[in-house]
DNA sequence: TCAGTAGTTCGATCGTCATCGTACTACGAT
DNA sequence: ATCGTAGTACGATGACGATCGAACTACTGA
């Protein structure tokens, strides 16, 4: 197994600002539509986005850094998952809000 | 009187992108926090904010044409207040959920 | 062990945007 | 009229970040 948790603050750490600068890019709203799918979490890889694979892992990493989502590995794979709880925690409804954008 | 709106999208011209990106700018974000404390709007220069009037002025443009608040004259000032209505029903909670974080 | 796959990291590039100062407009008051 | 005040518009600058390709790491399976 030894699947492990990749680097992520902790609930206190994280900060309205950058989870809005996170949620304020089309690329990465796209990844957030596509975990909130997906509640079990959802390899890196699947999500269909226009553009390349190390763009992909840096909107990845900016995610997980604001505190949207968290990752573990699990063999090569990568598997993440939106900080339901967490955002709905610190900013009850915002997460609910955006999703309910019609696009 | 001569009151005029300045010019802003209708409700179903509002993005949730211009919108998340609007608010995922310190300075802006003080400014929505400013006018959620003032229902009944907000002189622009009223708002403490540590850039100049030009930077200020680049800012509330912003938020008005991500549809985030309204702007009217009066006189030589221009109040601004918040598009509650049109963000609770395009988004319900998202407003909310922001201004609920304790900074 | 070796090849293949999933994903990251690094450095470079390019575009966008936050910021400023200056010049301008609009309105009110004297 | 003209002066002051509130605010905008414009052009320049600098910083940040989205993007890419290439090199790298880590794990799986043959």
């Not at 079990?40 to 604001?66: D, F, N």
């Not at 063999?75 to 915002?94: C, H, K, N, V």
């Amino acid at each position: 197994m030894a699947t492990k948790v990749l680097p992520q603050p902790e609930r206190d750490e994280i900060r309205v600002e950058a989870v809005l600068q996170a949620l304020g890019e089309p690329v990465r709203l796209t990844i957030v539509r596509a975990l909130a799918d997906n509640p079990a979490g959802v390899c890196c890889g699947e999500i269909e986005l226009p553009v390349t694979a190390s763009t992909r892992a840096h909107h990845l990493k900016t995610l997980r850094e604001a505190g949207v989502l968290s990752t573990h590995t699990d063999g090569t794979r990568r598997i993440s998952m939106l900080r339901r709880e967490d955002l709905e925690a610190l900013y009850p409804g915002l997460l609910t809000g955006i999703l309910s954008a019609k696009q």
